[in-house]
Nanobody, 119 residues
Framework: QVQLVESGGGLVQAGGSLRLSCAAS????????MGWFRRAPGKERDFVAS???????VAYGNSVKGRFTMSRSNSNTVYLQMNSLKPEDTAVYYC?????????????WGQGTQVTVSS
């Protein structure tokens, strides 16, 4: 069982930055791929970024490439550094964890943190 708690969301002006954190419980944190997803009002959930269990592979959604950076620490935490934020980045951001080789929907999800970017 893995519990995920996101933090760091808030209101920021366009062009600003935020850093989201996701704290994971459990002793097997390093065994899970970690991901960030977001859902804007009235839209489907979008993939934002993911990092492999060993940290060697990081992937980004097309809309955030070059602006967002995902990383993971040895202290059961993953981060999402978001720079050059745009109003279209406004969404609830969710942290997720999954066993390598499985799909995200079969993994664990946090409750989400709201990010609002004003123009």
């Amino acid at each position: 069982q893995v519990q995920l708690v996101e933090s760091g969301g808030g209101l920021v002006q366009a062009g600003g930055s935020l850093r989201l954190s996701c704290a994971a419980s459990g002793r097997t944190f390093s065994s899970y791929d970690m991901g960030w997803f977001r859902r804007a009002p009235g839209k489907e959930r979008d993939f934002v970024a993911s990092i492999s269990a060993n940290g060697d592979s990081v992937a980004y959604g097309n809309s955030v490439k070059g602006r967002f950076t995902m990383s993971r620490s040895n202290s059961n935490t993953v981060y999402l550094q978001m720079n050059s934020l745009k109003p279209e980045d406004t969404a609830v951001y969710y942290c997720a964890a999954k066993v390598p080789g499985t799909i995200w929907n079969s993994g664990y999800w946090g409750q989400g943190t709201q990010v609002t970017v004003s123009s």
